[in-house]
C-alpha cells in the first residue's frame, strides 16, 4: 500500500536555530501533500497545503516566513522551522494522497522539542 | 469554532464487546468523513471512510455510520480487542476543499482483556 515516510522521527534543537523536516511518498507521486501538527490532548490542525512545482498554501494563523515549505519534486516536501522557539515545540506529521479523493496517507511525525 | 466534535476525550470497554465512537460535525459542506487510528509517537493510520452519499459502511469489525440529519457519525468496533486500544480520531473534508481534512480532539479507545 500507499507510504508515507517522515524523517526524523525526533529532533531536539536549541532556540534561534532551524530544523528540517523531511516528507517522502516511497510508491506513489504526490503532487499534493499537507503539513499538520498537533499539540498535546488537541487535535491535528491542517498548517498548510503544499503543492509540486509551487507556492504552498498556508491556513490562517501560520506564518509562511517562520514554516517554509518546499516541494521540488513529485516525492519529496520539507517543512524547516526557522528560527525555532519553545512554543514551537509540538508533533508535527505530514500526509498524502495517492490520487483524487482517496483517503490521505501520513508519516509518522516528527516531535520537534526546542530548548 | 470546531468544526468536527469527538466529546467523549476516552472510551473504555470490555474485550470482546462492543465499542461506539461518536463523531459530530457542524460544516454542512462536509461530505466525507473518515476515522484514523493513531498509537503514541505515530502518525495516524487510516481505517475506514464513508461518503455523504451512504449511511454505513463496514469493513471487518469497523463499520461507520453516517446521520446527515443530526450531522453525526459513529464508528462501531465489535468485537473489540486489546489491539483496538488506541486513539481514534474522526475527520472530515468538503468536495473542493483540496480535501483537506479537519480532525477531531480523538477519542482515546482503552480494551481491557
Known amino acids: 500500500g500507499a507510504v508515507v515516510s517522515q524523517h526524523p522521527s525526533r529532533v531536539i534543537c536549541k532556540s534561534g536555530t532551524s530544523v528540517k523536516i523531511e516528507c517522502r511518498s516511497l510508491?506513489?507521486?504526490?503532487?499534493?501533500m499537507f503539513w499538520y501538527r498537533q499539540f498535546p490532548k488537541q487535535s491535528l490542525m491542517l498548517m498548510a497545503t503544499?503543492?509540486?512545482?509551487?507556492?504552498?498554501?498556508?491556513e490562517q494563523g501560520v506564518e509562511k516566513d517562520k514554516f517554509l515549505i518546499n516541494h521540488a519534486s513529485l516525492t519529496l516536501s520539507t517543512l524547516t522551522v526557522t528560527s525555532a522557539h519553545p512554543e514551537d515545540s509540538s508533533f508535527y506529521i505530514c500526509?498524502?494522497?495517492?490520487?483524487?479523493?482517496?483517503?490521505?496517507?501520513f508519516g509518522n511525525g516528527t516531535r520537534l522539542t526546542v530548548t | 469554532d470546531q468544526q468536527v466534535k469527538q466529546n467523549s476525550p476516552s472510551l473504555s470497554v470490555q474485550e470482546g464487546r462492543i465499542s461506539i465512537l461518536n463523531c459530530d460535525y457542524t460544516?454542512?459542506?462536509?461530505?466525507?468523513f473518515l476515522w484514523y487510528k493513531k498509537y503514541p509517537a505515530e502518525g495516524p493510520t487510516f481505517l475506514i471512510s464513508i461518503s455523504s452519499i451512504k449511511d454505513k459502511n463496514e469493513d471487518g469489525r469497523f463499520t461507520v455510520f453516517l446521520n446527515k440529519s443530526a450531522k453525526h457519525l459513529s464508528l462501531h468496533i465489535v468485537p473489540s480487542q486489546p489491539g483496538d486500544s488506541a486513539v481514534y480520531f474522526c475527520?472530515?473534508?468538503?468536495?473542493?476543499?483540496?480535501?483537506?481534512?479537519?480532525f477531531g480532539k480523538g477519542t482515546k479507545l482503552s480494551v481491557k482483556p
Open positions: 510508491d506513489f507521486q504526490a503532487t499534493t
Open positions: 500526509s498524502a494522497r495517492v490520487r483524487g479523493y482517496s483517503p490521505l496517507h
Open positions: 503544499s503543492n509540486e512545482g509551487s507556492k504552498a498554501t498556508y
Open positions: 475527520a472530515a473534508s468538503a468536495r473542493g476543499s483540496q480535501g483537506n481534512l479537519i
Open positions: 460544516n454542512s459542506m462536509f461530505d466525507y
